[in-house]
């Protein structure tokens, strides 16, 4: 694998403008994505009609991936100057209402980074098979737009915080044997794993 330095094409002086966290416009973000999706409820809740379900479905989908980038972010460190307070915003505003934790995500993403594009990516077969047909595009989008794709993702997650499934989001199965495992190990597990979600 080849690093490629930056210095060619950005200055340090750029390269420290880029990487400069600011905690204003941090909370900023949390605030804004957040407010969205407290207007949508709203909204139902005063005006329950079709119209309003379906606008605010839509609405709070984009919410659900701001909540996932946040995630992404904290796990980078590069939300808030403080890391408690970054991982704690990062799971409590972003991770655990998608049913995500920073810390599994950061430990996962970072082999990601380490090995992009290789055979030992996790996230390689996301990116496999592309560029694609337009039978396969027609598919991808008819499961997206059925809920066929959310279901599975939410099971597989299910799943991989009960410790059936090693965690992976890549579309990669590995199963966790539970011969060795007691009842009490998976109460832990369920409960170490689904507090904060469930608290959300």
Excluded at 27 to 46: A, E, P
Excluded at 84 to 94: A, C, K, P, S, Y
Excluded at 148 to 163: N, P
């Amino acid at each position: 694998m080849q690093i490629v330095s930056p210095a060619p094409y950005l200055t340090i002086e750029e390269r420290k403008e880029l990487t400069q966290k600011n905690d204003i416009k941090a909370l900023w973000g949390v605030i804004y994505h957040w407010s969205w999706i407290f207007v949508c409820f709203t909204l139902v809740y005063h005006f329950t009609n079709i119209c309003t379900i379906i606008l605010s479905l839509f609405i709070i989908g984009g919410r659900q991936l701001a909540c996932a980038v946040l995630v992404h972010d904290a796990a980078h460190k590069a939300m808030f100057n403080n890391p408690t307070i970054n991982d704690f915003m990062g799971n409590w505003f972003g991770g655990y209402p998608v049913f995500q934790d920073v810390y599994k995500y950061r430990d996962y993403h970072l082999i990601h980074h380490l090995n992009a594009g290789l055979a030992e990516d996790p996230d390689i077969l996301l990116t496999r098979g592309y560029p694609t047909t337009q039978k396969s595009t027609i598919r991808k989008f008819i499961r997206d737009v059925t809920g066929q794709t959310g279901v599975k993702s939410l099971a597989g997650l299910v799943m991989m915080h009960l410790g059936y499934l090693d965690y992976n989001l890549g579309n990669k199965v590995k199963r966790i044997s539970q011969k060795e495992r007691s009842c009490s190990a998976f109460f832990k597990t369920f409960i170490k794993n689904f507090g904060g979600p469930l608290t959300v």
